[in-house]
């Protein structure tokens, strides 16, 4: 273990106490054998101090601190991702978990790649309950994506599997950590603010953690797509576009796709759960990621009644691009133990 550098996992947690024996048993549970775990505990009201403390008496390794006021996601991200020592970070939200090879997998990638500032992997997707769902991986043909290539990627969307990875840990302050990073867009923002610092990427097709996705029985997801179009507005303007403009890249590709967004998110402002002041607000945000006459005359159907086929094609068109990608991963898959075979 002398020769193996030590690697941190971070896990910050709020009121999540019924999955953390999961998160942090599967960070405790690394075959890579030196690991160290810090829990940051934001001010739980659930029974997370007493799971903690039957974690902690099980576990040596573990690092559990009760915030004595509640922070904020963002500022618990940021108060335990500055605590380890370490060359490398892990972090991990409390509702999911590692596979045991997680760390011995990424580590290499990141050693072999100084360029780059995370690594991430396919992750499989679980429910409440943790069931297995669907299978998350990224198509693409290259383990390592450079910074610029990454920064031009990030103009269509989050380009990892979900918020799972490890980092350089000198990468984190250089991109202030989460600090200014908008509600429900943090994770985007970091990857954008990665790849315009310089830091590139590594990605493992092998599925290395496991990321729970909530089923929205109480209609709450509709209700936050203001805070999440606010934080989507943001990332553009305070990250990507900055980013492209310091390099002296043609900025037409962006405003674009703020137009298509825009387009894709118009069925949503006409959910019969909105009232007229919340459709209004969001009508309004609409027009600001990316006004068009296309916008318009989609609002102009949608009032008529058309809501439901626009939702209809865009669950298509994605229920289609996941096809693709699972397509493209198996023949990458295939081809890569071709080369090695």
């Known amino acids: ?39 940051s505990d934001d001010a739980s009201t659930d029974e997370t101090p007493e799971v903690m403390a039957q974690l902690c008496q099980q576990f040596p390794q573990v ?10 996601m963002a500022a618990n991200n940021n108060w335990v991702l500055k605590q380890p020592n370490t060359e490398f970070i892990v972090r991990l939200d409390s509702d999911d978990a590692l596979l ?28 409440e309950r943790s069931n297995n769902r669907d299978v998350r991986r990224i198509a693409r043909q290259h383990e390592f994506q450079s910074a610029d290539d990454s920064l031009r990627a990030a103009v269509f969307g989050v380009k990892v599997a979900a918020n799972i990875a490890m980092f ?65 507005i943001r990332v553009f303007e305070d990250s990507i576009l900055p980013g492209f403009k310091r390099r002296g890249w043609d900025t037409k590709v962006i405003e674009q796709q703020r137009r298509k967004l825009a387009l894709r998110h118009t069925a949503y402002c006409y959910r019969p759960l909105f009232n007229e002041v919340e459709r209004a607000e969001l009508i309004a945000l609409l027009k600001e990621l990316g006004d068009s006459p296309a916008l318009r005359f989609r609002m102009f159907l949608s009032r008529l009644g058309f809501r439901a086929v626009f939702e209809w094609t865009i669950s298509m068109e994605l229920r289609l691009k996941g096809m693709v990608k699972g397509w493209l991963s198996t023949l990458q898959s295939y081809l890569r133990s071709q080369t090695a075979g």
């Not at 997680?102 to 429910?127: C, F, K, M, R, W």
Request: hydrophobic residues 35%.
């Open 100 to 127: 045991p090879n997680y760390v011995e997998t990424l580590l290499p990638l990141l050693e072999n790649h100084p360029e780059a500032g995370y690594a991430h992997s396919a992750v499989q997707e679980i429910d």
């Open 168 to 232: 350089r840990a000198e990468a984190l302050p250089a991109v202030r950590f989460y600090e200014d990073s908008p509600d429900f867009t943090q994770d985007y923002n970091m990857w954008v603010r990665m790849a315009d610092a310089g830091y590139g990427n590594v990605y493992a097709n092998e599925i290395l953690a496991r990321y729970r996705v909530w089923t929205d029985a109480k209609n709450l997801r509709p209700k936050r797509k203001n805070i999440e179009l606010q934080g989507c």
């Open 63 to 72: 690092r559990y601190y009760r915030q004595p006021k509640n922070l904020g």
């Open 1 to 39: 273990m002398q020769d193996m550098k030590p690697v941190a996992i971070c896990i910050p947690t709020y009121n999540q106490a019924q999955y953390l024996w999961e998160s942090v048993g599967s960070a405790c549970g690394q075959t890579y054998p030196n690991v160290e775990v810090w829990v």
